[in-house]
T-cell receptor, first 108, second 112 residues
Framework: GIQVEQSPPDLILQEGANSTLRCNFSDSVNNLQWFHQNPWGQLINLFYIPSGTKQNGRLSATTVATERYSLLYISSSQTTDSGVYFCAVGRDDYKLSFGAGTTVTVRA | NAGVTQTPKFQVLKTGQSMTLQCAQDMNHNSMYWYRQDPGMGLRLIYYSASEGTTDKGEVPNGYNVSRLNKREFSLRLESAAPSQTSVYFC???????????FGPGTRLLVL
């Protein structure tokens, strides 16, 4: 399957700070999704972004498919942004490969 | 509109016991999935159903069986539970494979 590497593994932020999470993948993809898993375990889809740039409030994401990476930006972080962020990729089938995630802790 | 629901929320089994995890979605999605999540790891696909009447193996299918009961429901069965199957199980659904996946709240399973 496609290998997915996320960095950094852990990130500690002060409330109000900005951050960038990275997702590298080993092969071409036409399916890329970002998820947030909150501290209670619920997985929420943030973006479906196989290419290009999208924004949703304080979050935005960019995927450069030709260079096999995607970036998730968190601006003006809040304590509710804490949790684990997962990148998942796939190509031409139903199987998504997930990265190990980036654990984000936002301190008040 | 409940989205994706899963039952039970938590279960303890003894080695060798069997159980079925239930999943239902009310979004009229065609595709459904079962994942497992182990500590410190991302999710791994166990089985998926591209559409009603079809099921296929994912990355880690050994020890599991699935049934796509109808368009709404997709169940996961452990015939003879093993401690290695201790995990959190998530069900998800999507309109198709190149669409956003929506996840249920998860089932925490402990096999003693």
């Amino acid at each position: 399957g496609i290998q997915v590497e996320q960095s950094p593994p852990d990130l500690i932020l002060q409330e109000g700070a900005n951050s960038t999470l990275r997702c590298n993948f080993s092969d071409s993809v036409n399916n890329l999704q970002w998820f947030h898993q909150n501290p209670w375990g619920q997985l929420i889809n943030l973006f479906y972004i196989p290419s290009g740039t999208k924004q949703n409030g304080r979050l935005s994401a960019t995927t450069v498919a030709t260079e096999r990476y995607s970036l998730l930006y968190i601006s003006s972080s809040q304590t509710t942004d804490s949790g684990v962020y997962f990148c998942a990729v796939g190509r031409d089938d139903y199987k998504l490969s997930f990265g190990a995630g980036t654990t984000v802790t936002v301190r008040a | 509109n409940a989205g994706v629901t899963q039952t039970p929320k938590f279960q303890v089994l003894k080695t060798g016991q069997s159980m079925t995890l239930q999943c239902a979605q009310d979004m009229n999605h065609n595709s459904m999935y079962w994942y497992r999540q182990d500590p410190g790891m991302g999710l791994r696909l166990i089985y998926y159903s591209a559409s009603e009447g079809t099921t296929d193996k994912g990355e880690v299918p050994n020890g599991y069986n699935v049934s796509r009961l109808n368009k709404r429901e997709f169940s996961l069965r452990l015939e003879s539970a093993a401690p290695s199957q201790t995990s959190v199980y998530f069900c998800a659904s999507s309109l198709s494979y190149q669409e956003t996946q929506y996840f249920g709240p998860g089932t925490r399973l402990l096999v003693l």
